[in-house]
Structure formats: structure tokens, C-alpha cells
């Protein structure tokens, strides 16, 4: 680092485990770039004066992670629409002193799908969870054309909420999702899970390692895909009777080192070496792709 570095960052509670600076420095490092990454944990009060000091400190962008995705966006100047319509931000690019949120994640998201070679044009997609990373979820699935999405979680009321954001999208000619909305009870019928092309865990459901209820895994058809947003260096929960039985499984990982590479451009202004981001996420999990 020299007089002249600029910072880019991720704010989060907690941060320690964050994989981002791995990832984001190595890429500066290898395109020689006088730039650093950093991980600051920044407390839930301490958010508004976090944000107001990027402008000040000449940061070029931040990530949000947990808890702050949400409650930084009434901090931003501008919002991309992709922002609007999820209701939470993971990037907040400096442009000029004005700060503009973005999100990524479903992006990053999408990516993946695509990128396992998931086809959803008319198909049905199960969806556990309501969040901000279900909100991602649910546009990542749509853009991928799927006919219908099951939305299932613990609070219905917060799925309903959710479901009603996306009214306008899901009814655009273009996207014809039909959007259905189930408590999680509805997860131990096998007709929920018939005919589902992808299942997503949008929930934080494993993340310590806790069992995840029992699902009716058999009764999906045998090229369905499971999708879980946790990723971990060994199969999650969520994915390890998927994988006992067979079916196609993989975690968040790869919409990680996605938005990752996403946010990359946001703040520098330049195509970012997806692969080599990629493979240091990798590595920093103990996998070789
Ligand atoms: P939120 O806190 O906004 O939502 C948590 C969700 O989990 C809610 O639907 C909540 O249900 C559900 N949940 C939590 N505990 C339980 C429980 N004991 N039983 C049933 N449901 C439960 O979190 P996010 O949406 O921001 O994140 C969800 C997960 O996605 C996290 O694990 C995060 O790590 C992961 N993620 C991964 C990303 C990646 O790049 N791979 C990006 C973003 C997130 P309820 O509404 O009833 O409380």
C-alpha cells in the first residue's frame, strides 16, 4: 500500500468470516492495481455515520453484508431499479461523493443458474425462505423464465409482503411468473415438490450447522436441481440428502464469487478477472473449481 491506495470495503456484523477481501485483493494484486480491500465491522447503530464517512475517506464502493442490506438503502442518494425492487442494497458505489446503492446478488444468482446449465422456461421453482436473499432469488428465477414459483416460509405474512413487491414484475406480459405463497408446513407435502425443476434455501436454515426439517426430497422429479445460498466447504444440510439421493446440488458459492465479481466493476470501472475471483473463493473453501 502506498500514499495513493484507494480503499474499497465491506461492512458487516459480523465480518471476520467474510471471503470478499481474499477475493477483491488478489484480483487488485494481479492486475496491478493501487488498490486494497478491507472488512470493517460496523455495528447496526453505527451504519448512518459508517456510510456518511465514505464520501469524506475517498472509498471507492463498499459491500453490505448482513445485518445492513436493508437499512442502508434509505442512506443512499440514488438507487439502481434492480434496488428499488428488491428493498436492499449489497454495493454502494462513490460516485462522485453521491452515494448509489445497487444490488448484485441476484445477479450473481442468475449467473450461476445459467451457468450450471438450468433451464427454467416453463417450469416451477420452489423458493424457501423471505428475505433479501429470497427477494434475489425470486428475480434470478423469473429472469430464467420459470412458469411458477412456490414461496415457503416460517412467517407468512413476511412471504405475502414479499410477494406483493413483486405484483407488478411477475404481471409484466414479458415475465409471466405466477407467483403462490405456503407456510413451511407446506414443504412436508409431496405436492409442493412435484414438478419443481429447482429448489432454492433462501433461508439462514444450517448455517451453524443446525439439521434442516424434514423435506420431501423423494417427491421431486430426478433432474431437479437443488440450490442452497449458504455455502460452506462441506455439503450443507439443505444439500446433503439431496445428494444422497442423487439429485444435482450446489451451494451459494458460485452467486458469491459472482457478485463479487459484479461489484468489482461497480467500483472500479473495469471488467473484472471473474476467473481468477473465482478461483480464490475456491481455494479459500478447500475446492479446486
Ligand atoms: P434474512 O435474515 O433476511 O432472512 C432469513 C430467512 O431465514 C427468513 O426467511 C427467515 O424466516 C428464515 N429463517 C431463519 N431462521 C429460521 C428457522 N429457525 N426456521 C425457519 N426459517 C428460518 O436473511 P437473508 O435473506 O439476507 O439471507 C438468508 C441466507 O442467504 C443467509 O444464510 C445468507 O448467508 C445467504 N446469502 C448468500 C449469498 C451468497 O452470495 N451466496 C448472498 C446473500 C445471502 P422468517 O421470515 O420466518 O424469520
Redesign the pocket.
Known amino acids: 500500500m502506498s500514499g495513493r491506495t484507494r480503499l474499497t470495503a465491506i461492512f458487516g456484523d459480523p465480518v471476520e468470516h467474510s471471503l470478499s477481501p481474499a477475493m477483491h485483493n488478489r484480483a487488485y494484486a494481479t492486475l496491478g492495481m493501487d488498490r486494497a480491500y478491507v472488512a470493517f465491522r460496523v455495528a447496526p447503530a453505527d451504519l448512518p455515520a459508517a456510510v456518511r464517512a465514505i464520501p469524506p475517506l475517498g472509498i471507492l464502493g463498499v459491500n453490505l453484508t448482513?445485518p445492513h442490506?436493508e437499512a442502508a438503502v434509505a442512506l443512499m442518494d440514488t438507487l439502481s431499479a434492480e434496488a428499488q425492487l428488491l428493498g436492499a442494497i449489497?454495493c454502494v458505489v462513490n460516485r462522485d461523493g453521491r452515494l448509489h446503492g445497487d444490488n448484485t446478488?441476484a445477479r450473481?444468482?442468475e449467473q450461476d443458474l445459467r451457468e450450471a446449465g438450468l433451464d427454467l422456461a416453463g417450469k416451477r421453482a420452489l423458493i424457501i425462505?423471505?428475505?433479501?436473499?429470497?427477494a434475489?432469488a425470486i428475480l434470478a428465477v423469473i429472469r430464467l423464465g420459470a412458469e411458477a414459483i412456490a414461496l415457503c416460509?416460517?412467517?407468512l405474512g413476511?412471504a405475502q409482503e414479499l410477494a406483493r413487491r413483486f405484483e407488478h414484475y411477475v404481471g409484466d406480459a414479458r415475465r409471466a411468473t405466477r407467483l403462490e405463497v405456503a407456510g413451511?408446513q407446506a414443504l412436508t407435502i409431496p405436492a409442493t415438490w412435484a414438478s419443481c425443476a429447482l429448489v432454492i434455501n433462501?433461508?439462514?436454515?444450517g448455517?451453524g450447522g443446525d439439521p434442516f426439517p424434514p423435506l420431501a426430497y423423494e417427491a421431486t422429479p430426478s433432474d431437479c436441481c437443488f440450490y442452497d445460498?449458504?455455502?460452506a466447504r462441506a455439503p450443507t444440510p439443505f444439500l446433503a440428502p439431496a445428494l444422497a439421493m442423487g439429485r444435482v446440488a450446489r451451494d451459494?458459492?458460485g452467486?458469491?464469487a459472482n457478485?463479487g465479481a459484479l461489484a468489482f466493476e461497480l467500483f472500479n470501472g473495469i471488467a473484472p478477472p471473474r476467473g481468477l475471483m473465482r478461483a480464490t473463493l475456491m481455494a479459500a473453501l478447500g475446492r479446486s473449481t
Open positions: 448482513v442490506k449489497n446478488d450473481g444468482l425462505g423471505a428475505g433479501g436473499a429470497a434475489s416460509n416460517r412467517t413476511r413451511l433462501a433461508t439462514s436454515l448455517l445460498l449458504i455455502y451459494g458459492a452467486m458469491l457478485q
